[in-house]
């Protein structure tokens, strides 16, 4: 089966530095990304991975382990706009292609 | 800029009613998506179309039907609504020519069945 697990929700400080951990079982694997979605509004893309290692983008960077089947999403320099919805999705094989599976999504609270 | 654009933004409906989502998209993708968002559950797939002529079922599309009209429009129908069809709908679009292509959600459709 498929199935993508990560925490419900977080709590971090402004300033500090928060780590969202994602793990994944799908079958097959063509990439993963990280979604940010704040509460009523629609999810907006934050990064991709699809080979081992780590990509950085600004104050967000993400992880994948392929042989772990998991992934992370570190925030640094925490800011109150970061408080939203961090959604880790997988393409895994739906039938005979590739499809975006998605995670439950883990609410950050940033607090002053 | 571009867009996914949804209508309407939100809904109320009582049960057995039949109701329509629309969605519109200028970013010249071809594939396009409906999902529907359920508190603790994440984003689960309805139905998804690759391009004008070509329709899928995904995991959840007991109780909907979909109509790809032309390749900037992929509506969602209920044809008779029941209260656990209720929840936040999104249609989204993705480049079939990235590889890591991501999805471009449009803004959301809240839909309340009475």
């Known amino acids: 089966g498929q199935n993508i697990d990560q925490p419900t929700e977080m709590t971090a400080t402004e300033g500090a530095i928060v780590q969202i951990n994602c793990t994944y079982q799908?079958?097959?694997?063509?990439?993963l990304f990280w979604y940010q979605q704040h509460a009523g509004e629609a999810p907006t893309f934050l990064s991709y991975?699809?080979?081992?290692g780590l990509e950085e983008k600004g104050r967000f960077s993400s992880f994948l382990s392929r042989s772990k089947g998991y992934s992370y999403l570190l925030l640094k320099e925490l800011q109150m706009k970061d408080s939203a919805s961090y959604l880790c999705?997988?393409?895994?094989?739906?039938?005979?292609?590739?499809?975006?599976?998605f995670g439950s999504g883990t609410r950050l609270l940033v607090r002053p | 800029d571009a867009d996914v654009t949804q209508t309407p933004r939100n809904r109320i409906t009582k049960t057995g009613k039949r109701i329509m989502l629309e969605c519109s998209q200028t970013?010249?993708?071809?594939?396009m998506y409906w999902y529907r968002q359920d508190p603790g559950l994440g984003l689960r797939l309805i139905y998804y179309?690759?391009?004008?002529?070509?329709?899928n079922k995904g995991e959840i599309s007991d109780g909907y039907s979909v109509s790809r009209q032309a390749q900037a429009k992929f509506s969602l129908s209920l044809e008779s609504a029941i209260p656990n069809q209720t929840a936040l709908y999104f249609c989204?679009?993705?480049?079939?020519?990235?590889?890591?292509?991501?999805?471009?959600f449009g803004n959301g459709t809240r839909l309340t069945v009475t």
């Open positions: 989204a679009t993705s480049d079939p020519r990235a590889a890591n292509s991501p999805l471009h």
């Open positions: 799908t079958s097959g694997f063509n990439g």
């Open positions: 991975n699809v080979l081992d």
């Open positions: 999705a997988v393409r895994g094989r739906m039938d005979s292609s590739y499809k975006l599976i």
């Open positions: 970013k010249g993708h071809d594939r």
């Open positions: 179309s690759f391009d004008v002529k070509d329709i």
